[in-house]
Nanobody, 117 residues
Framework: QVQLVESGGGLVQPGGSLRLSCTAS????????MTWHRQAPGKQRELVAG???????YYADSVKGRFTISRENAKNTVYLQMNSLKPEDTAVYYC???????????WGQGTQVTVSS
């Protein structure tokens, strides 16, 4: 059974930092395209950042230069380091693992990030 468990969310002041973790069981994250998405109230879920199985990374324009996605194979975990947080970053953040060739697409349960003074 595949599980993606996100953690690290919380309440932070504008300008602060958080690091989200997505720990997988049942799959090997290095064999999947791993992405972080977020969904704010009343808005569609949007892609925030991704890391390919080959290690290439990409970001939404809104977070470029502030967020960093990384992967620690030994812990089967993907991280999202979020710096210089803004109120508009407030959302539920979800981890996704995708390997289209296998028909695999898995989601975590989400973790709340709230940026407010």
């Amino acid at each position: 059974q595949v599980q993606l468990v996100e953690s690290g969310g919380g309440l932070v002041q504008p300008g602060g930092s958080l690091r989200l973790s997505c720990t997988a069981s049942g799959i090997t994250v290095s064999m999947y395209a791993m992405t972080w998405h977020r969904q704010a109230p009343g808005k569609q879920r949007e892609l925030v950042a991704g890391i390919t199985s080959g290690g290439s990374t990409y970001y939404a324009d809104s977070v470029k230069g502030r967020f960093t996605i990384s992967r620690e194979n030994a812990k089967n975990t993907v991280y999202l380091q979020m710096n210089s947080l803004k109120p508009e970053d407030t959302a539920v953040y979800y981890c996704n693992a995708n390997r289209a060739a296998w028909g695999h697409d898995f989601w975590g349960q989400g973790t709340q990030v709230t940026v407010s003074s």
